[in-house]
């Protein structure tokens, strides 16, 4: 569910950014000599409507099962019931967990939002790092002109059992500053925020190029934890690499597959053959 709007420059959005509305769709050629595309629409990424409604219901409906399942541990266990006490305690780990993913999900729908202005990008996504960074959210108002280039790359976590591949992209000012825009899985493109598709158009309107920064192998535990990976752990994948690793996956997870087949064959024909 995408609420990715066009509006005409001459609304809200363009003086509350102190905006100059444009004069037409015409490129002008600013003083470092890049080509700014000025354009006279605004273009805003946010989730639908509809989105943030269905997880904001969805998080009230479980949050009081949520809640009462404290006070029933605590009973349980302050009277020395241990029995069903420890199963209880894997479903509140597995709720808890659930929760969080929900609020997560909560928060980047009502909160996460992109405005490509004539002039400006506002961003307000979620930022830093750490074991919680989808629940910290920052808001950045970057000109076109400060600008020094756009750049993507895809992250491999894993290995041949379990890879997993995400593009991301991030802005890099003049002054140095890296802004992350976030990251997509290529095989499901998050509609309401397609990263790339949203660092393409920043680029095009701040007349600068986007840079391809290849495949990069990265730490998962440290990704998770917000640690920032040396030199050395950055190894860079071709994309020879990248088939290879995507043959021995198909090839171990045909395995497996062959395998329980096998092994359900097995069961099956050992039932058979017991006697009556």
């Known amino acids: 569910m995408s609420d990715a709007n066009v509006a005409r420059a001459d609304d809200n959005f363009a003086s509350a950014l102190g905006e100059p509305a444009p004069s037409g769709d015409a490129a002008t050629l600013t003083g470092d000599t890049r080509l700014v595309p000025m354009s006279g629409e605004r273009i805003v990424y946010r989730a639908s409507g509809g989105r943030r409604v269905a997880f904001s219901f969805i998080l009230l409906v ?20 241990w029995e069903g006490t420890i199963g209880l305690m894997v479903i509140a780990v597995g709720f808890a967990i659930v929760m969080f993913l929900v609020l997560v999900e909560v928060l980047h729908s ?26 910290r959210y920052q808001t950045h108002k970057i000109a076109y002109k400060d600008i020094e280039a756009v750049e993507m790359r895809r992250e491999v976590y894993g290995g041949v059992w379990a890879p997993m591949m995400l593009k991301g992209a991030r802005i890099i000012t003049k002054g140095g500053d890296k802004i992350r825009l976030g990251y997509v899985n290529e095989a499901n493109v998050d509609p309401a925020f397609p990263y790339i598709e949203i660092a393409e158009r920043i680029a095009h309107r701040a007349g600068v190029e986007l840079i391809d920064a290849g495949n990069v192998r990265r730490s998962m535990p440290k990704k998770m934890l917000g640690i920032v990976s040396g030199p050395r752990e950055k190894h860079s994948i071709d994309e020879i690499q990248m088939r290879e690793l995507n043959r021995k996956h198909a090839r171990l997870m045909a395995a497996l597959v062959v395998g329980l087949v096998l092994l359900v064959g097995f069961g099956i024909v050992g039932d058979m053959m017991q006697p009556g």
């Open 62 to 81: 479980l949050l009081p099962f949520f809640v009462s399942l404290g006070p029933m541990l605590w009973s349980r266990i302050s009277h020395g019931l």
């Open 110 to 135: 009502i909160r996460s939002r992109v405005e490509l202005g004539n002039t400006a990008v506002r961003l307000t996504l979620p930022s830093g790092r750490g074991p919680q960074p989808m629940l």
